[in-house]
């Protein structure tokens, strides 16, 4: 541990004691991530170590807007109920001074391995896209979940293809056949959004074998990549940056798809038609591990960068900023990404009530779950007296709308043109709403403020049945 290390260390600990006097109440989620204090954004090295969930996750715990990134931790038994334990990854050397940025988790012979950017911006006049800053590819090991022991700069811009420009970043790591294999995003120096495969025989020496890219340009910049296998299918997962609207499309200032790789993602493998992962407000940079039961979980931040100023968080008032979603389990029906909640998520509920046509329901506690099986014709689910969500089978419109500005803080309205919704999950945490349509192939992710109290649902439709549950 350097001086600097701990000098930082100790300035973030002083911060979150800090926080956690003001014993702030309102808007704080009970089963989400969040930071104990400032920013947060991407999760980063998931895992599980030592039968124990792992999410790290990028943290300014200095600047509630962002600033320089740590990586924060919150450790779970059950995916559930999170605790946190600190920021153990920290800017402290030359090569990762202007943060450190996102990255993965291999865990192998309780080690864990955790590769990330380290991200450098050089002082003087660059346009830091073509020139003045640096992007190091860095491993930084642990044997206890706790420390990171060692850090090694493994590669440099020097390191990837002559044609990128200096954005190339958040390695993804996981091990097939005996040999290791890395995901990065890149911006090429023609502004197109690329994806590069890397492989190594030893975790340290890497060698890019393959570029992932549509034919057409698909934005200028791709970040967070994974690539899985899932259900017989290669899934590629981006967030492009770049993307115009279209349509109820890409309505959010950066994106999130996936798509299925058609070939082999080493050698000639090509992304198919990519869709929307999530078609909320709230969603960006998702990460996925493989658990020890087998189970693919996603976890995505909940939040979205550079959003226009109307777009804010009132959290930022109390000094803290965005969460992390629920953990979803992942499968592939019809070639589309699914998503649904962890089972555990079910444990949490104790009351159930159940309900034919519609419905009202004053709740007690800012933190419930709705399900929904609607039969046919039109139906309206109000959360909190200010957010809708909809969906009316004559125009095949599924919508979630803010109709209360000061709820929804300048979000409006997010649709998808759905040919029929089947079923409906609404989960409500405190300031996080998730929506999980069609047996999790259509999600819908946003942050919302009701005023303490204001914990109101309404479901209107005749042909509705469902059920209400709570703590
Ligand atoms: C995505 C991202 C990553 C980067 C990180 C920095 O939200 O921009 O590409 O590593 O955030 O915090």
């Not at 090991?141 to 002559?162: C, H, I, Q």
């Not at 994806?195 to 570029?211: A, G, M, N, Y």
Request: with cysteine; charged share 25%.
């Amino acid at each position: 541990m350097n001086a600097l290390h701990r000098t930082l260390q100790k300035l973030v600990d002083e911060a979150v004691e800090k926080q956690k006097h003001k014993n702030i109440q309102r808007w704080i989620p009970h089963f989400h991530v969040m930071p104990p204090v400032g920013w947060l954004n991407d999760p980063n090295g998931l895992c599980e170590y030592e039968g124990t969930y792992y999410a790290f996750f990028q943290m300014s715990p200095f600047e509630v807007h962002g600033g320089l990134k740590f990586w924060g931790l919150c450790t779970s038994k059950d995916l559930v109920h999170w605790e946190y334990k600190g920021a153990p990854l920290q800017p402290d050397q030359p090569y990762d001074c202007h943060g450190a940025y996102s990255g993965s988790a291999l865990v192998e012979d309780g080690v864990m391995y955790v590769y990330y950017t380290g991200n450098v911006k050089l002082q003087g006049t660059y346009d830091y896209i073509n020139n003045g800053r640096e992007s190091n590819t860095v491993l930084a090991v642990s044997r206890d979940g706790k420390t990171f022991e060692t850090k090694k700069l493994l590669m440099t811009n020097a390191d990837y293809p002559w044609d990128l420009t200096c954005h190339v970043r958040d390695p993804k790591v996981w091990k097939q056949d005996d040999t290791y294999y890395m995901v990065q995003g890149a911006r090429t120096k023609e502004d197109k959004g690329v994806v590069l495969v890397f492989s190594s025989e030893d975790k340290e020496h890497w060698k890019c074998i393959h570029r992932l890219q549509s034919e057409e340009t698909f934005g200028f910049m791709w970040e967070c990549p994974d690539l899985y296998e899932l259900d017989g299918y290669t899934v590629l997962s981006i967030s492009p940056q770049g993307l115009e609207a279209d349509g109820w499309k890409y309505r959010n200032q950066y994106q999130t798809v996936a798509g299925i790789i058609h070939g082999d993602f080493r050698t000639d493998g090509v992304p198919g038609a990519f869709r929307e992962i999530d078609g909320g407000f709230d969603f960006y940079a998702p990460q996925t591990f493989v658990d020890s039961t087998g189970r693919r979980i996603l976890i995505g931040w909940m939040g979205m960068a550079d959003a226009d100023e109307q777009y804010t968080n009132r959290s930022v008032e109390d000094g803290w900023q965005h969460v992390l979603t629920l953990p979803r389990e992942l499968s592939v029906r019809d070639g589309v990404l699914c998503q649904n909640p962890v089972r555990e998520i079910g444990t949490i509920w104790k009351q159930k009530e159940r309900f034919e046509g519609s419905y009202e329901k004053h709740c007690e506690t800012d933190c419930y779950e709705l399900t929904l099986l609607p039969k046919e014709g039109a139906w309206k689910v109000i959360l909190s007296k200010g957010l809708e969500l909809s969906y009316d089978p004559e125009a095949k419109l599924f919508c979630m709308e803010f109709t209360d500005k000061e709820l929804g803080c300048g979000r409006t309205i997010r649709g998808r043109e759905l040919d029929e919704v089947t079923d409906a999950r609404i989960i409500v945490d405190a300031s996080c709403v998730e929506v999980f349509l069609n047996g999790g192939k259509d999600v819908f992710s946003t942050r919302f403020y009701p005023e303490t109290g204001n914990y109101q649902v309404e479901v209107h439709g005749e042909h509705v049945t469902g059920d209400f549950l709570s703590c």
